[in-house]
């Protein structure tokens, strides 16, 4: 009886010691969460249905999308933190939730970087600056300059306070030395409307939501803050082609785990994920939204978070910028 009870001692042993392996080997084998931080219908929520309905296939189980809107993003990342590390939870990762809300916020409920485990970048977001195409810049460097001539006049639009578009547009209020008026919408949609119509004279947005404008000539481009020019605005230059050489304030968007989900989980998220982005449909459907693929390993994004969590908080500190 003893033999026996240490024979099974022993195989339970063994077999304990082998789940990682068989785990990892078996990974996944049921439904993954993908938590993203803002409601259906804009540029977030699109790049998790996308990505989500082509990598389901390749991990042999479904990636199902889970919107968790609300406080910028930021519930949904708490919730991810907060998940177990099992390789079933995982969130889109947001340059404003991991590098702009905590200083913006002063506080947020989970450590940026301490609480997660990055497994890709997947796309750059631009942002643009346009004005109506009755408005006297023709060009950036007209924009600059009438700025400087008449500091504190010029309005400027932008989707909200703490955006995206509008922590760029601030990067570049400092690299070019002018001042404006901010006029901050709960949205980018409202900041357009007021922009077609010459309400405001400019409008920093993100690029998905005045290209559309652009192209039909209801506004006039000046610059977007990618270091390339967009795929759907080829004519608009860059910041840095219209003065401000190296200049780059894109946001982005990536996939992060738990802190602690195992390397094998998230080696296998990271292969799928750059299998996905490949693919010519995925890429298609991105770019025509203005979304640039632009994928990182888990080591580069981790290092790309650290440095963006810097660059921002330094902005926002020095730009004394506080959350509505």
Request: overall charge positive; glycine content about 10%; charged content about 20%.
């Amino acid at each position: 009886m003893r033999k026996s009870r240490w024979h099974l001692t022993v195989l339970a042993a063994a077999s304990c010691a082998a789940l990682p392996g068989l785990a990892a080997e078996s990974y996944p084998t049921k439904p993954v969460r993908f938590l993203v931080g803002f409601a259906p219908g804009g540029a977030n929520d699109l790049v998790a249905r996308v990505v989500a309905a082509r990598m389901g296939p390749r991990l042999g189980q479904q990636v199902v999308v889970d919107n968790r809107a609300g406080a910028g993003g930021n519930i949904a990342h708490d919730i991810a933190a907060k998940s177990a590390p099992d390789g079933y939870t995982m969130v889109l990762a947001s340059v404003a939730s991991l590098a702009m809300s905590p200083a913006l916020l002063g506080k947020v409920p989970y450590d940026p970087i301490n609480d997660f485990v990055p497994v890709a970048q997947l796309v750059d977001v631009s942002s643009l600056l346009s004005t109506h195409p009755t408005g006297a810049a023709k060009s950036l460097k007209d924009f600059v300059a009438r700025a400087k001539q008449q500091p504190d006049k010029i309005t400027v639009a932008n989707p909200g306070t703490g955006s995206i578009a509008h922590l760029a547009f601030e990067l570049f209020k400092a690299t070019a030395g002018i001042k404006v008026i901010n006029v901050p919408y709960k949205g980018g949609g409202p900041a357009v409307i007021d922009a077609l119509s010459g309400q405001v004279e400019y409008l920093a947005g993100v690029i998905s939501t005045g290209a559309p404008h652009v192209k039909s000539g209801k506004l006039r481009g000046l610059g977007v803050t990618s270091l390339k020019r967009s795929p759907i605005l080829p004519d608009v230059p860059t910041i840095a082609e219209g003065g401000f050489a190296g200049f780059e304030a894109s946001g982005w968007l990536g996939v992060a785990f738990p802190a602690k989900t195992p390397l094998a989980f998230v080696e296998r998220m990271y292969k799928d994920s750059v299998a996905t982005m490949a693919m010519p449909d995925v890429r298609e459907q991105l770019q025509n939204a203005g979304l640039e693929p632009a994928v990182k390993d888990p080591a580069a994004f981790r290092g790309y978070v650290k440095s963006e969590l810097a660059k921002w908080s330094r902005l926002i500190r020095e730009a004394g910028i506080k959350a509505d």
